[in-house]
């Protein structure tokens, strides 16, 4: 199996930006279809954005389409979500997960870091 640590959350003013970063070890990161998802207070846990096993394809949600940027180095084993822009509505806390295949459930999820956005 694969193992996640999600790093790089924070407190930020509207209009920001952060980097979140996840960290993957245990098996070929390359093997894996990744996402990042949130999940806000009193929410249920919910898409931002995913990509394919070589970066080549990206998908996002809607609500931050044109705002967010979803990338991975699999030499360092380390996918990336680059936030801008940032609005109050992005609080949240944010995982990164991954599954081997292009559809279906995520296998694997990290614990999670927190953002928080300010007004």
């Known amino acids: 199996q694969v193992q996640l640590v999600e790093s790089g959350g924070g407190l930020v003013q509207a209009g920001g930006s952060l980097r979140l970063t996840c960290a993957a070890s245990g098996r070929t990161f390359s093997n894996y279809f990744m996402g990042w998802f949130r999940q806000a207070p009193g929410k249920e846990r919910g898409f931002v954005a995913s990509i394919n096993w070589s970066g080549s394809d990206t998908y996002y949600a809607d609500s931050v389409k044109g705002r967010f940027t979803i990338s991975r180095d699999n030499a360092k084993n380390t996918l990336y979500l680059q936030m801008n822009s940032l609005k109050p509505e992005d609080t949240a806390v944010y995982y990164c997960?991954?599954?081997?295949?292009?559809?279906?459930?995520?296998?694997?999820w990290g614990q999670g870091t927190q953002v928080t956005v300010s007004s």
């Open positions: 997960a991954g599954r081997r295949t292009a559809v279906g459930s995520y296998d694997y």
